[in-house]
């Protein structure tokens, strides 16, 4: 089953703002974003970097937030995204 | 980088008129700090972590000032958005509180130490994506952006 996560910090700006654009995609949809902070948690964190050989191919060859991050499919986003791109990742 | 393609090693190096400290291939010919001549000898790492004082802390607007007077001169400049700053510094801040160096808030550690190296702020984000070539280029996290003209 596919599995939908946001890896965020708590004191990253671009997380903060793709914060509300996530709360209303779910609102819309119903599709369900697992949100994970990995400064502050470290359990996280190795989740995370766990992902590393593909999150890294993906991100500019590092562990980057925030990251959308499909488990199944790996199919991956980082950084600040437009509402509909977020969207058309979520609905893949 | 070497001709093998590995990355020359580094060495501590201690002035032996003023202490000034210097991590490098190779020793300054000339101390940057008392003018001295030939003056570096080769230390351990230990060695060089006691004399640089471990224990002189820098606060956050101490750090502050350190990177605008960094960023003077070059193509950069501190992102004058206060509250964006400011959330930024926190997170550098709590992220050497919590883990030991001015890790960048919006990376994540992998816990390799020569990879990590490259996420301590300020990183060299000159040849990043973000800023490279990009008339309104920005360090990863946003803490440095390219000076408005």
């Known amino acids: 089953m596919n599995k939908l996560i946001m890896f965020h910090g708590q004191e990253c700006p671009h997380c903060r703002r793709m914060m509300p654009l996530v709360a209303a995609l779910e609102k819309e949809t119903g599709i369900v974003i697992e949100k994970l902070e990995v400064w502050h948690n470290e359990q996280n964190a190795d989740l995370m970097r766990s992902y590393r050989p593909v999150i890294a191919a993906g991100c500019g060859g590092q562990l980057r937030v925030p990251t959308f991050f499909n488990t199944e499919t790996s199919d991956l986003m980082c950084g600040e995204v437009e509402y509909e791109t977020l969207k058309e990742w979520a609905s893949r | ?149």
């Not at chain 2, 501590?12 to 003023?18: D, E, G, L």
């Not at chain 2, 060089?48 to 002189?56: E, F, N, T, V």
């Not at chain 2, 606060?59 to 003077?72: D, P, S, T, V, Y």
């Open chain 2, 1 to 149: 980088m070497s001709a093998g393609g590995n990355p020359p090693v580094k060495k501590y190096w201690r002035c032996f008129v003023c202490n000034d400290v210097h991590y490098g291939v190779k020793p300054p010919g000339i101390c940057p700090t008392c003018l001295a001549r030939n003056a570096y000898v080769l230390i351990s790492a230990a060695e060089a972590l006691k004399i640089c004082r471990p224990d002189a802390a820098m606060g956050k607007e101490e750090f502050l000032e350190a990177i605008r007077a960094f960023a003077e001169g070059n193509e950069f400049e501190v992102n004058p958005d206060p509250e964006k700053a400011a959330t930024l510094l926190e997170g550098i801040f709590n992220n050497e509180a919590n883990h030991g160096l001015k890790y960048c808030p919006c990376r994540l550690r992998t816990k390799d130490f020569d990879e990590d190296l490259k996420i301590i702020c300020p990183c060299n984000f000159l040849i990043h994506e973000t800023y490279k070539g990009l008339e309104n280029g920005e360090c990863w996290c946003g803490l440095f952006v390219r000076r408005s003209r």
